[in-house]
C-alpha cells in the first residue's frame, strides 16, 4: 500500500497487533507515532517502525489522548491515519476462566456433554467490568474523537478501530470483552455514517484468534483447541491484520465506510 506522506498514529502499538500495524504502516511510507502505556515498549516498537516517534499515553484518559495527538502533530506534522488498537483482556479473569474452560474440553472428548460452566459472568468484578470498558470502548470513543477533530478541518483521514470476532458473536466466558468490542463495532457504524460527510472514512478489523502476547494467557490445550476449530488450521498472525490494517489506511479503501474486515481464518463468516 502506498503511504509516502502520511502520519499515522496506532493506539496499543507496542506489542501483538499494534506493533506489526506500526511496522508495516511505516514500511508503507507513513511516519508512525506509537502509543503505549508501557513506555519502554512503545520506543522499541518505534525503533522497529523506521524510527518513528515513541509516546507514553493511557487511552483512557482523554485528557492524555489529546495530548498525544498534539504531540504526534507537532512533531511529524497532521495526522492521516489514526488506529484505535489498545486492550487488554484481564489475566485474572482469563486464570479464573482457563482451569473450567479446560475442563469443558475433557468432557465434551469422551462424554460428549459438558456441564462444567465457566461461571465467567457471576464472578465477573465491578473494577474488571469497568477497565475492559475504559481502554477498549472509552479508548477507541477518545481516539477516534481527537483524531477526527483534526481530520475533519483538511477533510481527509481514515480511522481504524480494532474490534474482535468476540464483538461478532460474543465469547463465552468474556462477556466484558465482548461487550466492549461490539460497543466499538456499533461505535464505528454510527460515527462512519457522519464524518464521510467530512472526508473522513472510520472502518473496523475485528480479528479472530492472532497469535499475540495477550494469547499467552490462554493454556496449551486451549490455543490448540482454538486452532483446530479455526478452519484454516492455526491461530492468525499479526503480519496478516497490519495488512488489512494498511489497506483500510490507503486509498485503495477509498470506498469502505463504517465497514467491519475480520481477518479470522473462517472461524466466523458473515
Known sequence: MNLDGKVAVVTGGG???????????ARDGARVAVLDINEDAAKLAAQLAGGGLAIQADVSDSAAVDRALERAEAELGPVDV?????GIIGREHVDRINERAEKQVAEAGPAGAVTTPLDGLVRL???EWRQLLAVHLDGTFYGTRAAARSMVRRRTGSIINIASICGIEGCAGHPHYSAAK???????RAVAKELIVQGVRVNA???????????????ETLRAVVAVS?????????????ATAAFLASDDASFFVGETVSPNGGYVTT
Open 15 to 25: 506489542s501483538g497487533i499494534g506493533e506489526a500495524i506500526s511496522i508495516r504502516l
Open 82 to 86: 489514526w488506529v484505535n488498537n489498545a
Open 125 to 127: 468484578l465491578d473494577d
Open 182 to 188: 461490539a460497543g466499538i463495532l456499533g461505535f464505528t
Open 205 to 219: 478489523i475485528a480479528p479472530g484468534f492472532i497469535d499475540t502476547p495477550m494469547m499467552e494467557s490462554m493454556t
Open 230 to 242: 479455526t478452519p484454516v488450521g492455526r491461530l492468525g498472525r499479526p503480519e496478516e491484520v497490519a
